[in-house]
């Protein structure tokens, strides 16, 4: 029998339902200097995370209640510190971390204004062009993710 001092036991559901968080590939207009193919004309920001010492796009778990797009967008001013404007939902990306699900739904998102400050969740963040950003990040499962964003601004084409 438990006594009312013992610590709570974790709800069930809570052991089993994914981590949810959310993020953007975030993206800007860059000088073409010649550039072709796919995303000329584009670069996207990665942010460096010197805890795991990875590469990665802008992203956090969601305060509980917080709607997933105003998260994703709290995340990447919180880890660039830019504003972002959202364009059209991405793949959501599912992996596992320490066990738990992890379920991350991702916004191509134009950069605005802003300035990156370093601290310690983030202490670098680089402006590559597509097929740079795909081989600078670390996690396999974070790659297609500039394919989808690419697609995304294909239809349309970026604007400045």
């Not at 059209?88 to 400050?117: D, H, I, M, Q, S």
């Amino acid at each position: 029998m438990r006594s009312p001092t013992d610590p709570p036991e974790p709800a069930q559901d809570q052991e089993l339902s994914p981590v949810r968080a959310a993020g953007c590939v975030l993206w800007r207009s860059a000088p073409l200097r010649g550039a072709t193919g796919p995303g000329a004309g584009l670069e996207v920001c990665l942010v460096h995370r010197p805890k795991y010492d990875d590469w990665s796009h802008p992203k956090g778990k969601l305060v509980p209640g917080e709607d997933p797009l105003a998260g994703a967008l709290r995340e990447v001013a919180e880890e660039t510190g830019y504003a972002a404007v959202p364009e059209a939902e991405l793949p959501t990306v599912r992996y596992t971390v320490n066990g738990r699900p992890k379920e991350v739904r991702y916004w191509a998102a134009r950069a605005g204004t802003g300035a990156f400050t370093p601290s310690t969740e983030v202490d670098r963040i680089v402006w590559l062009p597509p097929a740079e950003a795909r081989d600078r990040l670390t996690r396999p499962h974070d790659r297609p993710l500039v394919d989808a964003l690419l697609t995304v601004l294909g239809a349309t084409g970026p604007t400045p």
